[in-house]
């Protein structure tokens, strides 16, 4: 531990005694409004945060343009997400800036979960956490956040990212599981804690969202889904390319080495380029996310993972119109999904690590299938994966959490359960 962490520790230990009492009378105040709100059927105001994984950008923009009041608050970013993605930070709040003293930052770490979840109680209905915390994370009152907000008349939703469930014992894949352990080490370190907080988070939340491989280490999920975030499809769509007889170009983000499978991809490119196959291999570790998109779209082919799952530049790949290779065949991972959540149409060509050299000789031969695919793969995107199907799925989950309608949302997307009459999303305010 740091000497920084330790000031910031026992500072927030220390007014943790002062803040439980405030925060629990302005619950109690916030709480008529709430129900006012929900009386007079006035759509619940969304906060996200406070990880910033860019997915809630997405989230937040899928239902404003639905016509939700949506807000995202983080406690730090990521060098490949722009700060701007989101709509408020620790150093908004305190106004804080590098030329800022040391005390006016130190404080804004200290003070900034208090305050943060203070200002959001008289503004927002529905709170969306991953499992590593709410926004009184890292604070002494970390297990009471969900109490203080129920005390508010306020909903909490949960959905996991990855690393905040990766509890070893609870995932069923030896080769995920050692990925995990090269990449991550400090979780096994973790494990009780990350352990606790899926407890905490399953027992407490008013709604769980489970997603691909991570609903192996919930006890509980209240919907599945493949991604519960959505691709804005306007921004990243097919670009026309120029016909090219040069080599074909495949692009993979090996940030994960073990996890992603890298070795099984580059060793497979290596001995179809010494049989004379020309392609071009294009490895992307910390690009910004702007000159991701501008790389994807100038490609032949995507790879995105060979050990499990599909996440968000498969989906990138998909709706930029790209082939999208992915290792989607363990039953015990996807059965549960193909029936449920659509992956059964899912266009991403399914590919184990032995079999990875026979596919891409496949697609590197074959344009038209290329294309082919291509284009099934945006319309899937477009399916399940844009705004609008996505909004629609949580204007449901609102309506089942915050105006208590009795609703069944197992098979969520109106194609999956044919035989039932399907649910008709929120009106527009």
Known sequence: MTGKELVRISGQVALA????PLLAGAALHARRDAGRRRRDRERPRLLYGPTPIISIKYMRDAMERAGYYARTVVYS??????QSNYDYSLESFFKTSSAASAWRRGASVILGPYRIFFWSLRRFDVYHFFFDGGLLTGTPLRFLEVQLLHLAGKKVVVFPFGADVAAQSTIRSAEWRHGLEVHYPELIRRERSI????????RRADYVVACIVHAESLPRWD??????YPIDTDRWRPVERAVDDGPVTIVHAPNHRVIKGSDYLIEACRELQEEGLELELRLVEGMPNEELKQLLEASDIVADQFVLGYALAAVEGMSVGKPVLSN????????????????DECPIVSTAPEDLKETLRRLIADRPLREEIGEASRGYVL?????EPVARMWGLVYRKIWFGEDLELEYWHPDRAPDREPVTPLAAA
Not at 195 to 202: A, M
Not at 331 to 342: C, F, K, L, M, N
């Open 77 to 82: 970013s990521l060098p490949i997400f722009a």
């Open 383 to 387: 399916k399940y994966h844009s705004y």
């Open 328 to 343: 989607l065949s363990d039953p015990a991972y996807y059965d549960v999904h193909r029936e449920r959540t659509g992956l």
């Open 195 to 202: 352990l606790r907080q899926i407890r905490y988070f399953c």
């Open 17 to 20: 005694p002062l803040a439980l």
């Open 223 to 228: 919907l599945l889904t493949t991604l519960y």
